[in-house]
């Protein structure tokens, strides 16, 4: 344990006299200090602690997994070319053990660095929104939508696949003569599964169009009445099918599900009635995403005064809650009203989701910290994996490739995706599976930057971090890092020295 | 002692390398050179070998496979019967390379405080053996002194400590005097001599030839990756051909009968008289103690002259110790009266005995009686010296015992 300690303090001692490890402590210090007092953000209080949390934070964790990748390949690499390695290796310390002690240095001073950068960042953010003399009700907000951890809750899909199944056979069933041959030809042999997606495809899209006039409702499961809290709902909707950029506004309504417990039910089983009550028509702003809490509008809209929306009396809270939330279900629907007359469509990937507040603040930040750290381990796994065996400027080159298709892979794995399979020649077969394998090795840095989701108030909940630490930690970083140690381990060192 | 380590093979080899090669590859695996060409060689328990050769001869990658840092193409080598890869044989051995790769930022103590912690040394034994391990390099003066500021010889002299730090069965010195003053040189050398008396094995490569010839038992000379000549120095290097006296300076008819005899027996250009020298490197050391005793400032290395305590344990120093390293290591124990003188000066005194008889024979009856008293005179300048070597090691080894106490 002294050999490895030993070498982990070195290592950290090393890194902190690195100019290149200076340089980007620097901006990491202008990234902490500087963009929290310059941002002016969009007025409004909500965006502008939005603004800090996901700039700031985001910056800090881009800089340091950059500043790790450096380091770890200078620390590791630059020992054996210049030769100082050759005084340790002839000590009694394994070589895995050298290495872990590099990387575990280099780790440890990032680490300290990422909370010490967080906890100025989480600071910063609370005197920001205690001092700013924010009005009341965006105080408020605040609270609810950004300084909160909320779980999203999508609504309940229907079963899309059978769907298809059905929509196949309806289409056969009512096909004149000549167009069923087609549709047969189509489907025949292997072709029936393609077939069978795009029908899929076309359902999933079509589900989230709303024709002008025209009512669309989403169910949500798994609310809990006993603790009743505020909900909101998360949305995003686009008018017409033009594909310019550019926002406009167009109108609708929401619809709300109000039930009533009757006498006719039990305590084990509650019988209800049902009716839907519109909200007023509002103008809505395309191609943006806005929320609003549920309970906060019905009082809004049935004129309670400040005070209480500020601080609903539990009571209330409970009451509001009964009559919307039915066997742990809550429904919402959408009436189009679009003046001209378009579609709206809300994409399956905007939700809408419902948000129910899950924890604090304080709570949802050292989770996306921590996820933080994790993207900075998945870096410093791949680049010490790289400088265990290449020299220093081969893995640099190699840890920055691999980060810029890292951050690219997202889309080149999407666009992988949606080529149809079933119209690729052989040699195309191969090249997408080559790629797919290739890929596979890539961890896609960008889920780890989660501030997004904090500066929104969006839960980052323990199942999404347990699949970042299993697909991209130990199921891609950790078994790179032990091909690097392995080969760290037989290489002959003397010979990649520098003369 | 030196029958026991060169003839004696009771001892089990502390290397051995049989048919060793290493072939050197580019890119492409195609052989690029061969640095070290089926070579055979052992280096026994106790010997200090050296391994000469010119620039490019293979010294320092047969090191370098020793020490497990490049793996041999081909042939066996083994290092306390193991293979150099082994974690665990380097927990025995010492490494001075070539050039010393220090981390520039730590000081010199923390640089030996860094290497004694990768051998789980406790922090007070840490802090004992690098406090002494300084003040014999010379450096404790500098001890909080950044190491990326020394001079050249400065950081060998830290390299050199960190190679003792472990107090290595085998010391590999890779060019260990390179980069020293004839001060520094000489007290390598003295420390080598001292690690032979405690039974370890050191490996010294070098091209500056005196070094070697000063406290090598046995050399082996490679050239073109392979070994040219090895064996004991003393074997390797006397003449026997050739004789050499040496007298105190002669009154010039002693000076004219010798002449006259050996031009009775010799040819003209057989012989030659001239006036033996001090080397350089005597001289130069003589000048320097004498300054040193004047006490004269210098800001470069001061060394104490102090082995480190952990290091001369077992030796003269500790006697009971000492015997019982000598029975371990199967040697026969040394007699007590005094610090043996080294081979060297040994030699010489046989020498002048030999050289008393030669005088005598060749100077015939008449003057026999002159010749005998100037041999005698020759015999007590002799002893003088020699007990003279005695009170330099004695000196030494005082001092170390001061440092002892």
Known sequence: MLPFLAIVRLTCRSAIRSNVFRTLLFLLALSVILIPNTIKGDGTASGFIQLILEYSLGFSGAILAISVAWVCCSEIASDVESGQIHLILVKPVPRPVVLLGKFTGVLVIHTALLVLASAVVYGFVMYQFMRQDFPAEERQRVENEVLTGRRLIPPDKPDFAALAEKELKHRLETARMDERAAIEQKIAGNNRRAVLDAIERELRFRNGEVEPGGVIFWTYSGISEKTPDPLFLRYKLYAGTDGSKNQETTYGAWLLRFVTRTDRGTDDKPDFTENIVSLPPEEIMTKTRDEFGIQDTILRMGGAPDEIRRNVPPQLMKDLTDRLVKNGTFMIGFRNYDRSGKKIILQEADGPYLMVRETGFLNNYIRAVFVLFLGILAVALVSSALAAYFTLPTSIFLAASYGLLCIFSVYLLGTIAEMDASSLSAGDKVARMLSEGVFFLLIPVRDFFLTSELATGQLIDFARIGRLIFYDILLR????????????SIREVSLAMKR | MEEAAVGGDVRPPVVSAVGLTKVFRDFWNRPKAKAVNDIDFEVREGEVLGLLGPNGSGKSTTVKMLLGLLYPTGGRLTVFGKSPRD???KRSIGYLPEETYLYKYLTAFETLDFFASLFNLPSADRKKRCEQLLDMVGLAHARNRPVGEFSKGMARRIGLAQAMINDPALLILDEPTSGLDPLGCREVKDLIQMLKKRGKTVIVTSHLLSDVEDVCDRVIILYGGKIRAQGALTDLLSIERKDRITTPALPPDVMKKVLTVLRENL?????????????????????????KVEQVETFGARSSGHIAEYLSEGSEGNKADGALLDRLAGRVPEPETAPEPDEREKAEAKEKAAEQQRLRSLSKDREAEAAAQKAEA????????????NDKLKDLLGARKKGGE
């Not at chain 2, 020759?378 to 070597?389: G, M, P, Q, T, V």
């Open chain 1, 477 to 488: 970083g950790v078994p790179l890092f032990l091909a690097g140690m392995l080969l760290y």
């Open chain 2, 87 to 89: 974690v665990s044989i």
């Open chain 2, 267 to 291: 040819k003209d250009d057989e012989f030659h008289v001239d006036h033996p020298r001090m080397t350089l490197e005597e001289f130069f050391l003589d000048v320097v103690n004498k300054a």
């Open chain 2, 378 to 389: 020759e015999l007590r300048e002799a002893r003088a010296k020699l007990s003279d070597a």
